[in-house]
């Protein structure tokens, strides 16, 4: 595949985009419809360094057309050059990939566009917006933060097994049910972070879900509630169809 990507592929080379491949060591469900596989790095974490929430774009084939998704390093070992991560099961190609991959299967990376600012001060409560297909980041950030307080709003179910890296003593989960289209998620955010905010000297608000989410809450957060850009992080993970 790595000589048939398409335009995609072809900027990201522009950008001089650093590709490697993937073996897969060790595949498990976590839970029903999320998958982690254990992987070793084709020398990626050698050559990139590390940082909370880096991700890279794998490459996979659709209907014989190069096809690419951004997901999330899970436990990066750049000693041994190992990671995980972490597949929210779902129709496409992506999800048909981690659902028959095993020991000794091989995938395509592309290593571009990730990157994590610490803000600065540092924060003291984190406001995050994530669902499942952002939960290996959200866990990241958790990790890297250690004992900062979060208020969650967490998309989906949340008594499903997933495996969250929640401490109840510092971190404050609100489950929300996925309705219209995600317009519930912003309401129910609109409807509470300005009095949080108010309560907050260092807010940091990190925002990944579904795009037109995320661009809306994101949007809301700087323009109406004034919290400066660069203590809002906010990236979308998926297209909602």
């Given at each position: 595949m790595a000589q048939g990507r398409g335009w995609e592929g072809a900027v990201l080379k522009?950008?001089?985009?650093?590709?490697?491949?993937?073996?897969?060591?060790?595949?498990?469900?976590?839970?029903?419809?999320?998958?982690?596989?254990?992987?070793?790095?084709?020398?990626?974490?050698?050559?990139?360094?590390?940082?909370?929430?880096?991700?890279?774009?794998?490459?996979?084939?659709?209907?014989?057309k190069p096809?690419?998704?951004?997901?999330?390093?899970?436990?990066?070992?750049?000693a041994a050059g190992t990671f995980s991560m972490e597949f929210a099961l779902h129709e496409g190609c992506a999800s048909d990939w981690a659902r028959a991959a095993g020991p000794g299967d091989t995938i395509e990376a592309t290593v571009q566009g990730?990157?994590?600012?610490?803000?600065?001060?540092?924060?003291?409560?984190?406001?995050?917006?994530?669902?499942?297909?952002?939960?290996?980041?959200?866990?990241?950030?958790?990790?890297?933060?250690?004992?900062?307080?979060a208020t969650i709003w967490f998309e989906g179910g949340t008594g499903d097994g997933l495996p969250f890296r929640t401490d109840s003593e510092r971190h404050e989960v609100r489950a929300v049910p996925r309705r219209d289209g995600g317009r519930h998620l912003v309401a129910q955010v609109k409807?509470?972070?300005?009095?949080?905010?108010?309560?907050?000297?260092?807010?940091?608000?990190?925002?990944?879900?579904?795009?037109?989410?995320t661009r809306a809450l994101a949007s809301y957060a700087r323009k109406e509630l004034g919290v400066p850009k660069q203590r809002v992080n906010a990236l979308g993970y998926w297209r909602a169809s």
């Open positions: 522009l950008m001089r985009a650093k590709d490697f491949e993937f073996t897969v060591t060790d595949a498990q469900d976590v839970a029903p419809g999320f998958r982690r596989l254990r992987l070793t790095d084709g020398g990626m974490l050698a050559a990139t360094g590390v940082h909370p929430t880096m991700w890279v774009r794998l490459w996979f084939e659709n209907a014989g096809h690419q998704r951004g997901y999330t390093l899970v436990d990066p070992d750049p990730t990157g994590f600012d610490f803000p600065e001060p540092a924060p003291s409560r984190l406001f995050a917006v994530a669902d499942p297909a952002s939960l290996p980041a959200l866990n990241s950030l958790l990790d890297a933060l250690g004992p900062v307080p409807e509470a972070l300005p009095d949080l905010l108010r309560a907050t000297t260092e807010p940091y608000v990190w925002i990944a879900c579904d795009t037109a989410t």
